[in-house]
T-cell receptor, first 115, second 113 residues
């Protein structure tokens, strides 16, 4: 089945700096890659997603890039703010077989933005 | 509009008991998934339903089961509870038939003692 590796597990940056979180996946048939943000004690919230027919997607200070050949995708947050502090999860979903209709999540990255 | 509603929010059960958790998806969403979240294992997929049909199931023992009703509401049941079943159980719903763009509920925190 699908396996998603996420790095780093913790990331500390200064306010205003950029943050990058990277994920790799194992199933070349995966075609949907969302990112979720989970603040302490709250539910995961979808912040951005990308499909396999797109290489990059941006939404204000957040961007995601996808390299299908290397089977990795990354989340980029620019001009970080203290409210960006949270755990970020990447995930992958396939289009057939056991990977269909399910998200396989990475282990998460705890991002801390220091004022 | 209302989000994904999960009840109850907190639950304490004794080993060997069974439990039923409920999820009401966003109105119009027909795809419903369940995930178990623990500090050690992260987010693990349990099942996915669409129009009352289970389309995929995760690697959990048969003690974990679920169903979806005609109004898209879903329930999951865990029988013969074990200490290791203590976790946050999250339900998510999607308007997309492929299950993209899931919105999560706030979860049910199950503690088994």
């Amino acid at each position: 089945g699908e396996n998603v590796e996420q790095h780093p597990s913790t990331l500390s940056v200064q306010e205003g700096d950029s943050a990058v979180i990277k994920c790799t996946y194992s199933d070349s048939a995966s075609n949907y890659f969302p990112w979720y943000k989970q603040e302490l004690g709250k539910r995961p919230q979808l912040i951005i997603d990308i499909r396999s027919n797109v290489g990059e997607k941006k939404d204000q200070r957040i961007a995601v890039t996808l390299n299908k050949t290397a089977k990795h995708f990354s989340l980029h947050i620019t001009e970080t703010q203290p409210e960006d502090s949270a755990v970020y999860f990447c995930a992958a979903s396939g289009a057939s077989g056991g990977s269909n209709y399910k998200l396989t999540f990475g282990k998460g990255t705890l991002l801390t933005v220091n004022p | 509009k209302a989000g994904v509603t999960q009840t109850p929010r907190y639950l304490i059960k004794t080993r060997g008991q069974q439990v039923t958790l409920s999820c009401s998806p966003i109105s119009g969403h027909r795809s419903v998934s369940w995930y178990q979240q623990t500090p050690g294992q992260g987010l693990q997929f349990l099942f996915e339903y669409f129009s009352e049909t289970q389309r995929n199931k995760g690697n959990f023992p048969g003690r974990f089961s679920g169903r979806q009703f005609s109004n898209s509401r879903s329930e999951m049941n865990v029988s013969t509870l074990e200490l290791g079943d203590s976790a946050l159980y999250l339900c998510a719903s999607s308007l997309n038939q492929q299950g993209h763009g899931y919105t999560f509920g706030s979860g049910t925190r199950l503690t088994v003692v």
